[in-house]
């Protein structure tokens, strides 16, 4: 899936992180931008019990919604 980030976008973003990347570096960034969003999208969203198995050791099947 083509990033619609675009150069100026990530320059700017890149600049006031202090980052001095490769060109090569920053088109492997821009390809994995969308998934990168997808990924915060999914870490910020309110999570039950059940995203710590590690402690949980019986649940019923409304724990897994």
Same mark, same amino acid.
């Given at each position: 899936?083509?990033? *619609? #980030?675009?150069d100026?976008?990530?320059?700017? +973003?890149?600049?006031? &992180? ?8 920053? !088109? *492997? #960034?821009?390809?994995v931008?969308?998934?990168? +969003?997808?990924m915060? &999208?999914?870490?910020?969203q309110?999570?039950?019990?059940? !995203?710590? #198995? ?8 409304e724990?897994?919604?």
């Open positions: 899936m083509p990033s *619609d #980030l675009t100026a976008a990530l320059e700017y +973003l890149l600049d006031n &992180a202090g980052l001095a990347l490769t060109e090569a570096e920053k !088109a *492997d #960034l821009k390809t931008h969308e998934k990168l +969003l997808a915060k &999208a999914r870490v910020r309110p999570r039950g019990r059940m !995203a710590e #198995l590690a402690h949980t050791y019986g649940f019923a099947p724990d897994l919604t």
